[in-house]
Structure formats: C-alpha cells, structure tokens
C-alpha cells in the first residue's frame, strides 16, 4: 500500500498521514525528515543534500529521489508506507513513478484532501505558540484558558510568520500553481480520492479508511 498525500499546506494532510501509518502500521516518510537523518547520520546521499542545502539550493529531483528510494527499499517498508511533502511537482511524480517502475511497483493511492483556501487561511492564521514549551493554539478551535498565555509554562503565545495570512496566501499561491496539478496527474494513473478535509480529523480519517480497504 504505498500512499502519496496530496493537499494544500494547512489542509490537515499531516495529520491525517500520521493517523493512516498509526493504524497500517506502515512508515510515514517526508522529504524533510529523510534529508535530516541522512545528514545526521553522515551517509554518501546525506553529505551531497547538505551541500546544496548549506548553499541555500534546493536539493535536485535526481538526489530526493534516491533518497526516497533508498529508504523505501528498507525492511519496514516492505507493506507499504505514505510520502507526504513528495512528489510535489509534475517532473518530481514522473521521476517518482519511473524509478518505482523499475523495481515492479506502483503508487497505489493519492489521497487528496480538499480544503477551500478561506478555510486555510482562517485555520492557519489562528494558530499560536508557545516560544517557551512549544505546545500549540488555535484562537478559535483549541483557544489558551487566559489569552494570548500559555497554560502550560504561563509565556506569551506567538504567531509564527509562516502563520501569518499574507504568508499564508502566498504559499497556497506557490501550491496551486505547482503542486495542484498532481492532482490531474493522478486522476490520470487512476488512483485519486478526494476527500472533504473540513469535517473533523477522526470523520476524515474514517473516509480515508474506507477508500484503503477497497
């Protein structure tokens, strides 16, 4: 069962990767994560993402996807796992399904989770922080006892820039134009399912299993 969630930023596809690998018992793989442990672990692939990444360049297609490959390939993949963060360009998926065809595999879901953009942006424009402990608010579903302080060590909350409304329509702009079309692509291959990502986590989730267990 190998999965690729698809959803703009913010469109809780995170959340819901993590609750699939939960109940599979599958691994939850993202880009970020595998350039991290390769670079802490010091291997061949790790040492040529970091020199890209300590340039400030983004790390080629070529050397994401063996990676990506190269992990796949371990023990705790062997039924299945869900990438999430990859592929997300249209040349990333070709390479992705290319280099899966060669070892007689195929992405067998891509779970799309659709969420309209003033959604998003209210969701995402609410969260708060907590500089101190790290634990997290919304203002408006998950909201501190006292505003604007943490319950949890009594420090002010903060809005992460990434949070902020204008960062966060700019990055469902960058979305749209290039992440958006996999959507069509994978419509193609056969294997999209949408699902309405505004209902609660545990409904959405419940969606996503039925569709698994066809």
């Known amino acids: 069962m190998k999965i690729v ?3 703009a930023p913010g469109a809780g596809k995170g959340t819901q990767a993590a609750m699939i690998c939960d109940a599979y018992k599958i691994p939850h793989i993202s880009t970020g994560d595998l350039f991290r442990s390769n670079i802490k672990n010091g291997t061949e692939l ?3 993402a970091k020199a890209y990444m300590d340039k400030g360049e983004l790390v080629p297609d070529e050397l994401t996807i063996q990676l990506l ?3 796949v390939s371990k023990d705790d993949c062997k039924n299945g796992y869900v990438l999430d963060g990859f592929p997300r360009t249209i ?3 070709d390479v992705l399904t290319d280099a899966l065809a060669k ?3 195929k992405v067998d879901f891509a779970i799309n989770v659709d969420v309209p ?3 998003i942006v209210n969701r995402m424009s609410g969260r708060r922080t907590c500089p101190k402990c790290g634990a997290s608010y ?6 501190p006892k006292k505003e604007g302080i943490c319950d949890v060590c009594g420090a002010e909350l903060v809005q992460r820039d990434d949070d902020k ?3 966060v329509k700019e990055r469902l702009r960058v979305y749209h134009e290039k992440t958006q079309p996999l959507i069509d692509y994978y419509d193609r291959c056969g294997v999209l399912h949408t699902v309405d990502g505004t209902r609660s986590a545990d409904d959405v989730f419940q969606e996503i299993r039925g569709i698994l267990s066809k």
């Open 91 to 93: 040349p990333q998926a």
């Open 138 to 143: 919304h203002v408006q579903f998950m909201p």
């Open 165 to 167: 409304p204008e960062t």
């Open 117 to 119: 953009d003033e959604n």
């Open 103 to 105: 070892i007689g595999e």
């Open 69 to 71: 490959m190269d992990r």
């Open 5 to 7: 969630m698809l959803g």
């Open 46 to 48: 790790g040492k040529k």
